[in-house]
């Protein structure tokens, strides 16, 4: 492992770019709470790997447990970004997932980055997004278009605009579902982006969760710009949901999180309810199809985009 530090002033941060370049945009937690100016420390992560899209999600996965807030996947391998006065170079040495894996290596170099209005500069670079030919997912600051179904999102950095590939699939398989007076829980909310989808597609109640403070408030906010005011958002985890029933569940969460919450999902789902799952890959599809089959779900269909999966179960 070899980490040299440069201390500078680099723009990379705030030139996001559009799903469909060759930079993507993946946002593992809010970070930028407020319109806040802050320094930051650039990690560089220069990968050698066969399997390079693995090797990113494993060491976004690493970096998020040691304080690392977003992520953009570059040609060199991977862009981290931490809060200057939180990063801590020893912390790099934990990360060792890839020695026993023979998957590859990685050398890391560091920026500073000088601070800048984060929100504003991520603001001027959010892409609007048209899904399924049916919804556009656009910011307040673009024109509205005349589709079946417009959600406005204020791109403030919690998770779920629609340009990740498991969003865009879990909306995909939520336009061919019947919405029409169920139940529902979105559970890891986010920016609360299905759960105005499924206000929007007629759903009757939608309860919708976030652990965090940033994507709470994220989803109350957008739930009110798009008048969807049958959502109700909560702040908390999965024990919120205990003792409710909901037709249909959605979880756009990750693997490990999914596979310890599907026995809560199964208490709280009513006989022949859907539960649509994704923020996993297409490797995954195994493991939580069983792990839903224990719980008497049976596996319905699943949709794939660049590896990346939803999948749907029924609840017998």
Not at 42 to 51: F, M, R, T
Not at 71 to 78: I, P
Request: charged share 20%; with cysteine.
């Amino acid at each position: 492992m070899k980490l040299e530090v440069r201390v500078g002033v680099s723009d990379s941060f705030c030139n996001f770019e559009p799903i469909t370049s060759n930079h993507k945009v993946t946002i593992h937690h809010s970070p930028f709470t407020g319109n806040i100016s802050m320094d930051y420390i650039q990690l560089n992560c220069k990968i050698q790997s066969e399997n390079v899209t693995l090797f990113q999600e494993l060491l976004m996965n690493d970096l998020g447990n040691i304080g690392f807030e977003s992520f953009v996947q570059t040609g060199e391998g991977l862009s981290a970004y931490i809060i200057a006065k939180n990063f801590n170079e020893s912390l790099l040495n934990q990360i060792t997932f890839y020695h026993d894996l023979t998957l590859g290596s990685v050398e890391f170099t560091s920026d500073f980055i000088k601070d800048q209005n984060w929100n504003q500069e991520w603001e001027k670079n959010f892409q609007p997004v048209y899904i399924a030919a049916k919804c556009y997912i656009r910011a307040p600051f673009h024109k509205p278009k005349n589709v079946a179904y417009e959600i406005v999102i204020e791109p403030k950095m919690s998770f779920g605009t629609g340009h990740h590939e498991s969003t865009s699939l879990m909306i995909e398989q939520m336009l061919t579902m019947h919405f029409d007076g169920k139940r529902v829980l979105d559970m890891g909310c986010g920016t609360g982006v299905l759960a105005i989808m499924a206000s929007k597609l007629k759903a009757a109640s939608i309860l919708a969760i976030d652990i965090d403070e940033w994507a709470y408030k994220n989803t109350v906010e957008n739930c009110q710009f798009n008048k969807a005011l049958n959502v109700s958002a909560l702040k908390g985890d999965v024990g919120l949901i205990l003792g409710k029933k909901f037709d249909i569940i959605m979880a756009n969460i990750n693997r490990n999180i999914l596979l310890k919450q599907i026995s809560h999902y199964a208490s709280t789902q009513a006989k022949d309810g859907l539960l649509l799952m994704s923020g996993i890959y297409l490797d995954d599809l195994p493991m939580i199809q069983n792990s839903a089959e224990k719980y008497d779900y049976e596996y319905l269909s699943v949709l794939k985009k660049n590896n990346w999966i939803a999948v749907l179960f029924s609840k017998k």
